[in-house]
């Protein structure tokens, strides 16, 4: 049984907690999972001091002791994980944001490879798409690998056909989330990623070395000799690429 795990940016059971719900009506009618809701605003989570000693010096050297660890647990025993905030002055909510910056060691020392990531946001007027793309990145940066979200309308009062048109973008976007969860094999990697993972390591080589942490982690898993972050088979034109 898959376990997923929604990551909810609002304090309010309303229409971003009910939006999770439908899915998770949606994804049960496709397989069996276990699914957990963990609404962000229940947990103490300090703002990041820019410190940078979880870059330098690995994660544990935070000087903030609060439930940052406890939502990283979450996100690591889960198959699956759904970000799932409003729009709020055309972003995240800042309970989102703030986990999206506590955690973000993970974009220089990617994790959550073989986890499937989707989102949901929830806006009244426009500016949810750009939150979706800007979601999917950061998804695949931390190593998910992604499907893409859905966008609703709910300023109220929603009317019917709004909410039926709400309903079908659920239910896609449970399909979607639902494919990538089941996938058996990792992705090939896009271009594009893999260009990011060769000047991420072309910039480890050359401004670090064995005393950061950053450094480490790749000397570790063998990333400074490895084709990508975990094995692959490329093609003749996305193997042809030295560090940039």
């Not at 304090?11 to 939006?19: L, P, R, V």
Request: proline share 3%; net charge positive.
């Amino acid at each position: 049984m898959k376990k997923i795990t929604a990551l909810i940016g609002s304090a309010q059971k309303k229409a971003t907690y009910e939006a999770v719900r439908e899915f998770e009506r949606n994804l049960k009618s496709l397989t069996e999972i276990e699914f957990e809701y963990v609404f962000l605003t229940d947990y103490q989570i300090e703002f990041c001091r820019g410190c940078k000693l979880c870059f330098n010096k690995g994660e544990k050297f935070c000087p903030l002791h609060d439930d940052r660890d406890l939502l990283i647990e979450k996100m690591v025993h889960s198959d699956g994980v759904i970000f799932a905030t409003p729009n709020y002055a055309f972003h995240v909510s800042a309970s989102m944001k703030n986990l999206l910056d506590r955690t973000a060691f993970f974009l220089h020392r990617p994790y959550f490879f073989g986890k499937a990531f989707t989102s949901i946001v929830t806006q009244g007027i426009y500016g949810g798409n750009s939150i979706i793309k800007y979601l999917n990145n950061m998804g695949e940066n931390l190593g998910y690998s992604t499907a893409k979200g859905c966008v609703l309308k709910t300023l109220e009062p929603v009317t019917k056909d709004v909410q039926k048109k709400n309903s079908l973008e659920i239910k896609k976007a449970a399909a979607r989330f639902n494919k990538v969860l089941m996938r058996q094999t990792a992705p090939s990697p896009s271009i594009f990623r893999l260009m990011m993972f060769r000047m991420s390591r072309s910039g480890m080589k050359k401004m670090l070395n064995d005393e950061y942490y950053d450094y480490q982690y790749y000397s570790k898993n063998g990333w400074f000799e490895s084709d990508y972050y975990y094995v692959v088979s490329l093609n003749p034109i996305k193997a042809d690429g030295s560090d940039l």
